[in-house]
């Protein structure tokens, strides 16, 4: 779940061209959502739950209440289990919709293809098939090209779509577009798996509830993204079909991502989803990438690579540019060819970070170019 640079799109440690800035200094930086703290109200219902003993596993009171939350955006039909971080969300909800002749079609770029390490791959023993997109979304048409050989033993069955809500480029897919997607794939007897781990970003964007982006739309697993909303490595899967939900709790147990002690997992759902912190959160975080992204594209010889929609930036800026930054601002290189960079708004990001590294972004370019 969720998009980070892999090797030569810029990784971590180096942030791509550039030397490595001083990471032991605190500051807010533009590198990564996954690089801000816990909200403090997050941190503030985590420290509610610590309270005396609890049964383990999930069979307590806050994860309950947490569950509650859940099906009031989603629906009574709506299942969820919580897990501890993005990969492993992937991984246990795509294995509940296909088996190893069976192939996941995503888009080139997508998280679960570039940036798991092959995880999706090993653990499924299923192939990823990649379509190359204009700007990071499946369409019908896209898909349909990448679709060949069905009911021939030789090849790989398609079985799944893996969008990601909003895209690792930062747009944002509608509902209508997940609805047709959705009508399409099914009519191929393809199921659909959605990837949010910016899914309130997306939400906050089109002015949805969560509900909006599941049944639906047509859309038959989520992989809910909390971490990069402001949790501490609180994911979940959300599945509106029977017959996964039969499995599913077994499938999470042997990926080992069962919490022992849940109820400090549901905790920061219960805090995410009350009194609409989860939009709030996202709704500063998006304010402030609109923010970046206006004042960037302002700056002479700065062009923005794709829209602002959700809370990234993607840029193209010289690499003498992006040297010199790097080592005050930390963010990564996006595409080494094209010299895009992208930077990440994130709940705690305010309007002075974003006026001060637009302002040294103006220098450095007047130095530079």
């Keep these: 779940m969720g998009s980070s640079p892999s090797p030569g799109m810029g990784s971590s440690p180096d942030l791509g061209r550039g030397s490595s800035p001083d990471l032991g200094r605190p500051r807010r930086t533009f590198a990564s959502d996954n690089w801000a703290g816990v909200h403090p109200e997050v941190l503030e219902a985590i420290a ?12 307590d009171a806050v994860t ?12 009574p039909s709506a299942e969820v289990y919580f897990c501890f971080n993005g990969t492993g969300t992937n991984v246990v909800g795509l294995q509940t919709l296909l088996r190893p002749h069976q192939a996941v079609i995503c888009a080139e770029g997508a998280h679960i293809d570039v940036d798991e390490c092959g995880a999706p791959e090993r653990f499924l ?14 369409t019908p048409s896209l898909v349909a090209g990448a679709v060949e050989g069905i009911g021939n033993e030789h090849h790989v069955q398609a079985r799944v779509v893996s969008i990601t809500q909003s895209t690792e480029v930062g747009t944002v897919y509608t509902v ?8 399409w794939a099914h009519g191929q007897g393809m199921l659909i798996h959605l990837d949010g781990a910016r899914i309130a970003n997306a939400a906050v964007s089109l002015d949805v509830d969560f509900g909006a982006f599941g ?4 859309v038959d697993v989520i992989s809910f993204g909390g971490t990069k909303n402001g949790a501490l490595g609180a994911e979940a ?6 017959e996964s939900e039969t499995s599913l709790r077994f499938v999470r147990k042997q990926s080992m ?8 997992v549901a905790a920061q759902f219960v805090a995410l989803l009350s009194d609409d912190l989860w939009k709030r959160s996202a709704a500063r975080a998006n304010a402030m990438a609109a923010r970046l992204g206006a004042g960037a594209s302002a700056v002479p010889g700065v062009t923005l690579a794709y829209p602002v929609q959700a809370n990234g930036v993607f840029a193209a800026v010289p690499a003498a540019v992006v040297e010199t930054l790097q080592s005050e601002w930390p963010f990564y290189v996006w595409d080494e060819d094209t010299g895009v960079v992208r930077w990440m708004a994130s709940f705690d990001t305010s309007e002075a970070d974003v006026d001060g590294f637009v302002g040294r972004l103006t220098e450095a370019m007047a130095e530079h170019v």
């Design 48 to 59: 509610r739950a610590n309270v005396g003993h609890a049964p383990a596993y999930g069979a």
């Design 64 to 75: 309950e209440e947490a569950l509650a939350l859940f099906r009031d955006h989603f629906g």
């Design 125 to 138: 023993g299923s192939k990823l098939l990649t379509v190359p997109t204009p700007n990071g979304k499946l």
């Design 176 to 183: 209508d577009e997940i609805a047709d997607l959705a009508d």
């Design 215 to 218: 049944s639906t739309a047509g």
């Design 237 to 242: 899967v959300i599945t509106f079909r029977p």
């Design 257 to 264: 991502q069962l919490s022992s002690k849940m109820r400090f």
